[in-house]
């Protein structure tokens, strides 16, 4: 089992900035990846950014020069710098986290937290 936290959201006006932080614990396990969906009501979760452990990030058409992901690999933790943030951000953010239980196993695991809210106040 993984267990996956996120933190950092909260209230910002437009043009504003936040960071999220996420943290994968628990195991044993490898990671592939790990990313930030988003989910406004009414909507379908959607992609923000991912970090693939064995490549570099990408990102959202809509985030794109705004939002930035990093990761501490040694800490197994990924986060979300958001600037420039406009209402349109507004949703509950969610950490992806894509793992496998040894590095020879083909087979991968999909782990979400719980969501984070982000509101940006016109």
């Known amino acids: 089992q993984v267990h996956v936290v996120e933190s950092g959201g909260g209230l910002v006006q437009a043009g504003g900035s936040l960071r999220l932080s996420c943290a994968a614990s628990?195991?044993?396990?490898?990671?592939?990846?790990m990313g930030w969906y988003r989910q406004a009501p009414g909507n379908e979760r959607e992609l923000v950014a991912v970090?693939?452990?064995?490549?570099?990030?990408n990102y959202a058409d809509s985030v794109k020069g705004r939002f930035t992901i990093s990761r501490d690999v040694a800490k197994k933790m990924v986060f979300l710098q958001m600037n420039a943030l406009n209402p349109e951000d507004t949703a509950v953010y969610y950490c992806?986290?894509?793992?496998?239980?040894?590095?020879?196993?083909?087979?991968?695991?999909?782990?979400w937290g719980q969501g984070t809210q982000v509101t940006v106040s016109s």
């Open positions: 628990g195991g044993p396990f490898s990671i592939n990846a």
């Open positions: 970090s693939i452990w064995g490549g570099g990030p």
């Open positions: 992806n986290v894509d793992v496998r239980r040894s590095p020879d196993d083909s087979r991968t695991y999909i782990f």
